[in-house]
């Protein structure tokens, strides 16, 4: 496997992906924004159609918070020269970096110092997962802002408060936090036996195309049941009130332990920059959330 | 016809201008955010740029040096307004700052500020950096850029510079301590029908 064309792809789509958002997201903006009719949240979608269409077309980052670059690597057991993957994701990062370019945001705990290339400690953050009899590799990229992992948390909740406890929580986190979080939100739910699991299934759902739904008859109900009622707050566009407050609501689950109930929440903003593509052993790739993007 | 505010601006300008109005503004508008409220409030140390009048944008900018050492403006898009609640009214009162742009609503101590000293809080919308970008006609100069890209006092000339969403007008409405208020009587109710359909634990 070619390394340095494995980085040079990783890196360009990176940088893309800063740039333009990716097809379910822009298709949904545009539903959300014929269905609005409040004329403030309306002229709001109106500056966010035309940043799109000047970051597109003067090339450049659509929204200066570039995050911190999370990738989620779906990895065939097959693929040759896995062991090479985590260092050529980092290089990536710091090459999109300057060529993108993206905002210097990795700020090292302890030390209070940002050295400006976006990698650092355990920075990008890179999460497994081993694909059984395949060759190939799936890379997901999210770039994380920092207005939308602030509303982020997670909680156990004990089974008497049940999933009706989750359904609080959901709505007290966004409208404490979510307004600030550049809504129209996709909203990301991880429930499980623990919060960490729970915390990263939150995530995990956020990278789920939109439309998608969870594969529990219950589960999917309970994403339409919150994805109704969210819009239903009527939070709009920036916080600004309007007919809606969300892009989707996602829910990943792992099976729990009998005493507990965890839930984790992450949004994503409606600049949601997040990425997919596969690419084979021979490194020919296909981009899954752009489609018809060159690199 | 859209209103438009020039800097300098004056106590007058804003008396008309209420919450939920769109406007635009022309003029100097300077990027201040987390640690230089944090240096003139705690630190008592002076701000290099003279404020009365002008607009600060709480907004951390992708910036782009050019050959000829001056700057371009690549990408400028608001943070969370919130964070700078502590400082704000302070700052406001020390500084004579008349529009504060970010993103999200503030809280008490911005309200009394633009009430008592005159001055606006509004929302340029999250996300929109290019388009913000594209509003700035030059960076004029750069101050206390040992905080580093995000957090260094860009000046930047400004033209159309909008649209400005009225979050906090000069007599002290809050449009956002509104909206909550509206979301979380909905909320109560709308838990209250979803928890029925959800009771999976029986
Ligand atoms: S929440 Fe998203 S769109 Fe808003 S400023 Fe942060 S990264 Fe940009």
Known sequence: MDIERFTDIIARFLAVSGKILPDDIVKKLAELKAAEHMPLAKSVYDSMSRNQDLAASLDRPSCQDTGVVNFFVSAGENFPGLGKIAGALREAVVRATAEAPLRHNTVAIFDEKNDGTNVGERAPFVHWDIVPGSDKVKVETYMAGGGCSLPGRAITLMPSAGYEGIVQYVFDTMVDWGINACPPLLIGIGIAGSVENASILSKRALLRPLGSHNPNPRGAEMEGLLEDGLNRLGIGPQGLSGSSSVMGVHIESAARHPSTISVGINVGCWAHRRGAIVLDKDLSYEILSHKGVRL | ?202
Request: hydrophobic share 40%; proline share 4%.
């Open chain 2, 1 to 202: 016809m859209n209103k438009v505010l020039r800097t300098p601006i004056s106590d007058s300008d804003l008396e008309d201008i209420r919450i939920g109005d769109v406007i635009y503004m022309d003029g100097i508008l300077v990027t201040c955010r987390d640690v230089a409220h944090r240096r003139l409030i705690e630190f008592h140390r002076e701000l290099p740029v003279d404020l009365k009048g002008l607009a600060i944008f709480h907004a951390g900018p992708i910036v782009k040096k050019l050959p000829d050492g001056k700057y371009q403006m690549v990408s400028i898009g608001p943070t969370t307004s919130m964070r700078m609640e502590r400082f704000e009214k302070e700052f406001v009162r020390q500084t004579g700052v008349k529009i504060i742009v970010g993103k999200g609503g503030m809280a008490e101590e911005t309200e009394e500020a633009c009430r008592t000293y005159k001055a606006l809080h509004c929302v340029f919308p999250g996300g929109c950096a290019v388009l913000a970008a594209t509003e700035v006609e030059e960076i004029e100069r750069v101050e206390w850029m040992d905080l580093g890209m995000p957090e260094s006092l860009w000046v930047n000339r400004v033209k159309g510079f909008g649209p400005l969403i009225v979050s906090i007008d000069a007599h002290g409405n809050n449009l956002f301590k509104k909206n909550k208020a509206v979301f979380n009587e909905r909320k109560d109710r709308l838990v209250a029908e979803i928890s029925e359909k959800v009771r999976f634990i029986q």
